[in-house]
């Protein structure tokens, strides 16, 4: 069945590094990735998704890598930032319709 | 554009009480997707819904949960005979029509307590 898992539950950095958050998916039809924030009390918001026909998509401080050899998904937070301090959730589109399948997500903690 | 509003933010009902959570997709979308959040855990599926029609329930427990999106108004998930295990934050998405349907927005949830 579709199942999005991530391999680290929680991560720390300190302020102005990198960050990378991963996620395993085993879907190999999935079509389409996004990863969420989500901040205590708050709902997912967007961060930045891809397709499956990509293997990088670059944003604002963010970028995406989709790996469908090995079925990996990277998260990369260029100069993290203490407001970047939040849960991160992989979500994948697969076959079952259009709706997402979540992973269970990564606290980031930004130390300054 | 106001965005996928939900309301109420906080809901609180006794053991056996109906919840009614409602859900307004962002202007122009069409589509409407529920999802229950558990303390400490990932968003779990649970409906999956167009105007008048439910797509895909497979996440929705057979007994006690339905969801509607009528013709006018907003989506409805309700919850009958609430227990506390039903206690969780409940989020809905919304995405445009089409066949691409990409973009999914989601809402900043409800926050149910059974008591």
């Known amino acids: 069945g579709e199942s999005v898992g991530l391999h680290l539950p929680t991560l720390s950095v300190q302020e102005g590094d990198n960050s990378i958050i991963n996620c395993a998916y085993s879907?190999?039809?999935?079509?389409?990735f996004i990863w969420y924030k989500q901040e205590s009390g708050k709902g997912p918001q967007f961060i930045i998704d891809i397709r499956s026909n990509m293997d990088k998509r670059q944003g604002q401080r963010v970028t995406v890598l989709l790996n469908k050899t090995v079925k990996h998904l990277s998260l990369q937070i260029a100069a993290t930032q203490p407001g970047d301090s939040a849960v991160y959730f992989c979500?994948?589109?697969?076959?079952?319709?259009?709706?997402?399948?979540f992973g269970e997500g990564t606290q980031l903690t930004v130390n300054p | 554009n106001a965005g996928v509003m939900q309301n109420p933010r906080h809901l609180v009902r006794r053991r056996g009480q109906e919840a009614r959570l409602r859900c307004s997709p962002m202007k122009g979308h069409s589509h409407v997707y529920w999802y229950r959040q558990l303390p400490e855990e990932g968003l779990k599926f649970m409906v999956y819904l167009q105007k008048e029609n439910i797509i895909d329930e497979s996440g929705m427990p057979k007994e006690r949960f339905s969801a509607e999106f009528p013709k006018e108004g907003p989506s409805i998930l309700r919850i009958q005979q609430v227990v506390r295990g039903d206690s969780a934050a409940y989020f809905c998405a919304s995405s445009p029509p089409g066949t691409a349907n990409y973009g999914y927005t989601f809402g900043s949830g409800t926050r149910l307590t059974v008591v």
């Open positions: 979500a994948e589109r697969g076959t079952s319709g259009s709706r997402l399948t």
């Open positions: 879907n190999s039809a999935s079509d389409y």
